[in-house]
T-cell receptor, first 109, second 116 residues
Framework: GQNIDQPTEMTATEGAIVQINCTYQTSGFNGLFWYQQHAGEAPTFLSYNVLDGLEEKGRFSSFLSRSKGYSYLLLKELQMKDSASYLCAVMDSNYQLIWGAGTKLIIKP | GAVVSQHPSRVICKSGTSVKIECRSLDFQATTMFWYRQFPKKSLMLMATSNEGSKATYEQGVEKDKFLINHASLTLSTLTVTSAHPEDSSFYIC????????????FGPGTRLTVT
């Protein structure tokens, strides 16, 4: 079966750095996405990785290792507004997105 | 660019009635639209995928006669929840692909449905 695993909840301090991990087992691979979702709102796109390595975009970076079925989202200089759920999703061989359950990130002052 | 709107944002209806939710791509042609359902503190659950001009493909366990999907144009898809029941209360989100990048899905703001 297809499976996406990520921690349920993480807590970090304002100004710090946090890494959210995601491991996956899917039928084929056509890219991995990270989305941010605030409570009661729809997800917003953060990043897309299809090749191994690190993609940096401002305070957010995303890493992918296809051989290990592993990705992480790195958030630097945390701000209170970063409190949200972070969803990992993998596009499988049918170009369908398989979603993880999301990681709720709590930022404390 | 790549904005998707959804209407209404919130709707309360009585059990047994039908509710229609609209999803529009405002500045691009959406070749494919997706309808998701999300329960509190749970991940997105894909209900169906629709391509313009053809019948929607429903995921296993989703009743196509209950959740009617129409993708009449490249900018509009509708989801109609027929004979709604309290267990249909949920957050419904649409997304669309076909914008600047072929892989990205652009999400609408979601519709909170409450069936009393």
């Amino acid at each position: 079966g297809q499976n996406i695993d990520q921690p349920t909840e993480m807590t970090a301090t304002e100004g710090a750095i946090v890494q959210i991990n995601c491991t996956y087992q899917t039928s084929g691979f056509n890219g991995l996405f990270w989305y941010q979702q605030h409570a009661g709102e729809a997800p917003t796109f953060l990043s897309y990785n299809v090749l191994d390595g690190l993609e940096e975009k401002g305070r957010f970076s995303s890493f992918l290792s296809r051989s290990k079925g592993y990705s992480y989202l790195l958030l630097k200089e945390l701000q209170m507004k970063d409190s949200a759920s972070y969803l990992c999703a993998v596009m499988d061989s049918n170009y369908q997105l398989i979603w993880g359950a999301g990681t709720k990130l709590i930022i404390k002052p | 660019g790549a904005v998707v709107s959804q209407h209404p944002s919130r709707v309360i209806c009585k059990s047994g009635t039908s509710v229609k939710i609209e999803c529009r791509s405002l500045d691009f042609q959406a070749t494919t639209m997706f309808w998701y359902r999300q329960f509190p503190k749970k991940s997105l659950m894909l209900m169906a995928t629709s391509n313009e001009g053809s019948k929607a493909t429903y995921e296993q366990g989703v009743e196509k006669d209950k959740f009617l999907i129409n993708h009449a144009s490249l900018t509009l898809s509708t989801l109609t929840v027929t004979s709604a029941h309290p267990e249909d209360s949920s957050f419904y989100i649409c997304s669309a692909s076909g914008g600047e990048t072929s892989y990205e899905q652009y999400f609408g703001p979601g519709t909170r449905l409450t069936v009393t």
